[in-house]
Each structure stands twice: as structure tokens, then as C-alpha cells.
């Protein structure tokens, strides 16, 4: 069965889809089975991966309102190894919609639970909000996995997200845990930026990953082409740093050896 990991943050431009992509790709190169799940409806997880956003007859707008079955949906990309379940501007429809159904919060859970046997791990990548969407995801997920740039105002945010995830385990999801808290976008010489890693260190001992995803222009980059960095440029920073997140991943839920292949 399916690890489900939500990268949530419900702050924008924070590192969420460059992690969900990166992520991805790392596990899928370690022969895990990977579905990328996109909520966003800005849909750049989609169109990261090389899918025209523009271009889909369905999208998890779909499987959300129970207007097709995932399976149908999901597109499995050969060149990287992995699924997208695609997005667009339509899920603000869906999201729209879902408040309005009784059992709104569990859409995409009830989705998932079809194709989950399919996959070793899912990745949702969330949009920039504390939303009916994202609700969904804590819903569906196992772990949260929560992107951070180590900035001023970063841990402000960050109570109110680990409020919410609280909220669901209580409520709804027991199973849900925060994965981690991953350093994004991380420049060492920059003063602040080692303050608030160590403050993260010090009110999560157990929680931040040990990679630092460094500032890295290859990262940024890479969406232009429809590519995870490791098709676009393997040795860069970046694409060490997220085959490292997933060797943490991997240790963590299946003991994980990091056969490359
Ligand atoms: N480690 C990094 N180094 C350089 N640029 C990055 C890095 N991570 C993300 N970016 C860029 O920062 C912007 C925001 O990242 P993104 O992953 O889209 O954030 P979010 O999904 O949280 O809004 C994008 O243009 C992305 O390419
Ligand atoms: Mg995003």
C-alpha cells in the first residue's frame, strides 16, 4: 500500500512543487513506484513535468467531484518514471464545490484508495492555502511533509499549519504525522537564515530533515523544460539535495536501500 506524503505550506513560492516534483522523480530513480498528485490550480506540478496544463480532457477536478475514476486521470509519464494525477485553473471549480458536499473533506481520500495498491509512495502537492483542498490532502495522507524558506516570517506560519494538521488527526485522520520540515532555498552565508534553522532545530529536534535544499538556479530551471533536475542536470546542488531527501524518506519508511537505477 501506498505511503502518502502531502507537501503542504500555506505559504506561496516556498519550494512546495519544486519539492513534490524533485521528490518524485529522486524516489522513482530508486525503482519506487510514484504517483505526483497535483491540487494546485495553478497546475505547475503538472505543467513541470512536461503535461500542457491547457491540453487535458481530465484532471483531478474529476476525481474529485466523482466525474471520472482515477485511474483514468492519472498519466504515467515514461521518460521520467513516474504518474501525474494533472491540474489546471478547473480546480478552483472543485474546490468551490466540495463545501458544499457532505463528505467533502474525504474526495480525494475515497480517490486514492482505488489506485493506492499501485504505488509505493503519493505525493499531493498543495496549493498555497489552508484550504478545502489542502484539507483534503491531510485527509488522504499519512505524513505532511512541510517545505520551509528559512526566512522571518517562516515560523509564524508555521503554527498555524502544525495547528492544523493537529486538528485533523484529532478529528479525522489519526494516522496523519508531520514527515519532516525540509530547509528550501537555503543560502548559508545569509545570517537570518542560520538563526531560524537553528530556532526549527531547537522546536523540532526530530522533525528537520538533515538535507538543506541550497539555493540552486538549475532548480528553477528545470520546470521550463518539463524536467525533474535530475533529467536536466543530475550534478547539480539541487538534484544531490532531493536524491538525499529521499534516501531520508526511504530509510524512514521501508528501511530503503538507494539501488540508482
Ligand atoms: N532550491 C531552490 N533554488 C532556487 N530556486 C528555487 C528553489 N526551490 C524553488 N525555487 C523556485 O522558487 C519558486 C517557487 O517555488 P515553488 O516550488 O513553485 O513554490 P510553491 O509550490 O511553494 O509555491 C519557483 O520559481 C521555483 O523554481
Ligand atoms: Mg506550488
Known amino acids: 500500500m501506498a505511503h502518502i506524503i502531502a ?12 519539492t513534490a516534483i524533485n521528490l518524485a522523480a529522486s524516489l522513482a ?25 491547457y491540453a487535458l480532457a481530465r ?46 473533506d474525504f474526495a480525494l481520500k475515497t480517490a486514492l484508495e482505488q489506485v493506492a495498491a499501485n504505488y509505493d509512495y503519493i505525493l499531493l502537492d498543495c496549493p498555497p492555502a489552508l484550504s478545502k483542498l489542502t484539507v483534503n490532502a491531510f485527509v488522504a495522507a499519512d505524513g505532511v511533509l512541510i517545505p520551509m524558506q528559512c526566512e522571518y ?11 492544523t494538521i493537529e486538528k485533523i488527526r484529532r478529528v479525522i485522520n489519526p494516522r496523519l504525522e508531520i514527515e519532516g520540515l525540509l530547509r528550501t532555498m537555503f543560502d548559508p552565508r545569509n545570517n537570518l537564515s542560520n538563526d531560524v534553522s ?10 528537520v530533515y538533515r538535507t538543506i535544499v541550497p539555493r540552486n538556479v538549475r532548480l528553477a530551471e528545470a520546470p521550463s523544460h518539463g524536467l525533474p533536475v535530475l533529467g536536466y542536470d543530475a550534478a547539480s546542488s539541487g538534484a544531490r539535495a532531493y536524491l538525499a531527501l529521499a534516501g531520508e524518506v526511504l530509510r524512514r519508511h521501508d528501511g530503503g536501500q538507494m539501488a540508482l537505477g
Open 59 to 104: 484532471t483531478t477536478r474529476d476525481v474529485l467531484l466523482e466525474q471520472a475514476p482515477a485511474a483514468e486521470v492519472i498519466q504515467f509519464l515514461p521518460q521520467l518514471g513516474f504518474s501525474i494525477m494533472p491540474a489546471n485553473a478547473d480546480m478552483t471549480e472543485a474546490e468551490i464545490k466540495l463545501r458544499d458536499v457532505a463528505a467533502g
Open 198 to 207: 537553528a530556532q526549527l532545530l531547537q522546536h523540532f529536534p526530530d522533525k
Open 153 to 163: 516570517y517562516a515560523l509564524e506560519g508555521l503554527t498555524a499549519l502544525v495547528d
Open 7 to 18: 507537501v503542504a505550506n500555506q505559504k506561496g513560492g516556498v519550494g512546495k512543487t519544486t
Open 29 to 53: 530513480a530508486t525503482r519506487r513506484r510514484v504517483l505526483l498528485v497535483d491540487l494546485d490550480a495553478q497546475g505547475n506540478a503538472t505543467m513541470g513535468v512536461g503535461v500542457d496544463k
